[in-house]
């Protein structure tokens, strides 16, 4: 008896190595806000998606709605106009307001989609967003992931340029999906929603 059951045990499958190979298949795929997941770029580090985007060489400064600079590949500092800008891969969420008290939907851009095929240098570890009325946030950038943060251009179906009073946040304000990721701290992240933001400075 003791000798069958040892040979039983010894034709018994190993299952972990199986396991852990799915474990480890399954985690690149992971990511929420507090990390991407593996992103496609190109051989200049620009993400391939949107590498056939064109920057504006010389735009009319009052067409201009972000400048990027710093840490990034190529000229810097890196202008875009709106137009460009829409270019990018839309997103769209419907969020509560933390400022407003309402639901609203945003439009915009992934924010790392733009630094991305801009190109991060590998040194690069924070952002800050400057406002064109003087607020200033640095945000780490691995608190950010695909459609949590957004330069958003639209809210409600309108482009910030329709609304009048403080509803008029743009050209581009930062919104931040919370209800896709209930992780995140309305209270700590809310500081992040900067409105008419104008200069991205990566460091």
Known sequence: MTKNSGLLRAQRPNLFPAFLFLILLTVPFIAGCGGRGESRTDAEGRKTAEKNIVLPEDPNPEDVVLTVEGLIHGPTPARFDLATIKKFKPVSFTNFDPWDNKDRKYTGVDIMDILEFLGLDDSARFIDIK?????????????????????????????YA??????????????????????????????????????VTVK
């Open 162 to 199: 329709a609304y009048a009073g403080k509803e008029n946040r743009g050209p581009l304000a930062v919104a931040i999906d919370f209800t896709a990721h209930p992780d995140l701290s309305v209270d700590v992240y809310k500081h992040q929603l900067v409105w008419f933001v104008q200069t």
């Open 131 to 159: 406002a064109a009325n003087g607020y200033n946030v640095s945000v780490d950038i691995k608190d950010m992931s695909s459609d949590c943060h957004i330069f958003s251009y639209a809210m409600d179906g309108r482009e």
